[in-house]
């Protein structure tokens, strides 16, 4: 790359990190972000045995995992609050991710030598990572757009997306035993730490393995084997949930059918530019790891398209990340000068593009009033959390909401009736979500209603009052307070 160029892209990946710092200070509330508060919230009280994150209940939980469990140490042992920890958990994640690209941009030392320096690819690769995409927006908590990263920062994914690029670099570069038995070690922090992410960096691993030229050599491969055995031995020692249990759970598939809607959309940018890239070093050498891992991603991707398998959708960074990155690599890297001009021009517009899609990512930020109007357009508000409810609630208290509320109360320290996700583990899933559809049901009679209170030991119900359940003016019911859009807090008085 020219010097304008090469500057423009190092100016770039700086911005976008300190973007992303910006987001984490403010921590902006969406998807998940409640599940995982909820757990650390649950670890700070008890490492032990904290029970199920959102409910009341003696269960396993997959959300226990190495990373959780050592936020839960870090927020018992200093007493930070549940989101300052979160944001400490987001800015480690972020160190973790760019320092692994860094490493795993240094696999292509070869390449570099004849071409742009590391830091310039490093730099380059961060932002295909986070900008080369679609046109339509997409957010998805183990996918790397900058929307979606910056939504999802906190989250357990972003830590082990980094995590996957050292394992990856580790694998390229391993030699003796320490190496392999390292890489188990991490292997096995990654698929237990979140588990989607975890198919894509063993997808990953896989292709850097057989990428590896010249063919390895017998002691290459007992070690492998080594490392390995020590990563499935962690798994199945794990504590707090069993990893293997979780082969066969269902209830994951509908929420996950989306993955396979509006594919031309989402991710045309990446298409295009980052699947000419495939294909050019594909010519060089057959057994390039990043098509590999491409080929890998789209056969896991495509078979569950077919069968229906639609939570093998989450495998889709696996054909993205390698596309991404042999984007930056030719800009930086391939051997005829006329295909890094060419390869330069096609990422800086497509950058570009992926750039003004994601532009309403400044707005989590930069006040919206500060923002251009075609910016401040493009901006989203996120959720307004259930901060109001904390005056009166009290930790472990069991609180009746719907599926949405339930989704951001126990983030801080209540239960709810029901669990606002799909939990693989508790037992009683159906029963508690048929007492919330009873409750709130319209033919429900007052004296099922109270059942379904009594057999919980609901202490506060939040509903708006279209929501329906027991009337405002039920003797059963006190109102406590008003949250945002009339949403209502009411006090249990019935007698248990």
């Known amino acids: 790359m020219r010097g304008t160029g090469s500057a423009l892209a190092r100016i770039g990946a700086l911005l976008v990190l300190v973007l992303l710092v910006g ?198 491969w007992i070690r492998l084997g080594g490392g390995l055995a020590l990563g499935l031995a962690l798994l199945a020692v794990w504590p707090y949930y069993s990893f293997f249990g979780l082969f066969g759970v269902g209830g994951l598939e509908e929420i996950h059918r989306s993955l396979y809607r509006e594919l031309a959309g989402r991710f045309w940018l990446v298409a295009v530019v980052g699947g000419a890239a495939l294909v050019l070093r594909w010519r060089r050498e057959r057994r390039d790891p990043l098509v590999l891992f491409c080929l890998l991603g789209l056969v896991v991707f495509a078979a569950g398209g077919v069968s229906g398998h639609w939570s ?60 251009p109007d075609a910016v401040a357009a493009k901006y989203r508000e996120p959720w307004a959390g259930y901060h109001w409810i904390t005056r009166w609630t009290a930790y472990g208290d069991v609180v009746l909401a719907k599926t949405f509320p339930a989704r951001q109360i126990p983030a801080y320290g209540p239960y709810t009736v029901a669990p606002g996700y799909p939990d693989v583990f508790l037992g009683d899933e159906g029963a508690r979500d048929a007492a919330v559809r009873t409750y709130f049901a319209a033919g429900s009679t007052r004296a099922e209603r109270l059942a379904v209170l009594r057999r919980y030991d609901v202490r506060w119900v939040v509903a708006y009052r279209s929501d329906g359940g027991l009337p405002a003016t039920d003797p059963a019911l006190e109102k406590v307070a008003t949250g945002p859009r009339g949403q209502v807090l009411y006090r249990v008085v019935v007698s248990r």
């Open 312 to 371: 093998w959708g989450r495998v889709l960074p696996a054909v993205l990340i390698p596309a991404q990155v042999a984007a930056a690599l030719e800009v930086c890297c391939a051997p005829r000068r006329a295909v890094r001009t060419a390869f330069g021009w096609a990422v800086a517009g497509a950058l570009a593009v992926g750039a003004w899609t994601q532009a309403g990512t400044l707005g989590y930020v930069v006040p919206r009033g500060a923002l």
């Open 23 to 220: 987001v984490v200070v403010r921590l902006p509330w969406a998807g998940d972000l409640g599940i995982h508060a909820a757990t650390v919230e649950r670890l700070r009280h008890d490492l032990l045995a904290p029970g199920d994150p959102l409910v009341a209940a003696d269960a396993p939980s997959p959300y226990y995992t190495p990373w959780t469990l050592l936020l839960g140490c870090v927020a018992k042992a200093s007493g930070l609050g549940v989101f300052v920890v979160l944001r400490v958990a987001a800015l480690v994640s972020l160190a973790v991710l760019a320092s692994g690209v860094w490493a795993f941009v240094g696999v292509f030392a070869e390449a570099l030598a004849r071409g742009a320096g590391r830091g310039l690819a490093t730099a380059l690769v961060l932002l295909c990572l986070v900008l080369l995409w679609g046109t339509t927006l997409f957010s998805w908590s183990g996918f790397l757009g900058l929307n979606s990263l910056a939504l999802t920062v906190a989250y357990p994914s972003t830590f082990a997306l980094g995590a996957s690029f050292w394992l990856w670099a580790l694998l390229r570069r391993a030699t003796g035993w320490w190496h392999f038995l390292g890489a188990g070690v991490l292997w096995a922090v990654i698929l237990l730490s979140h588990q989607f992410t975890g198919v894509v960096a063993s997808l990953g691993a896989l292709a850097m393995v057989v990428g590896v030229r010249p063919w390895p050599a017998r002691a290459y």
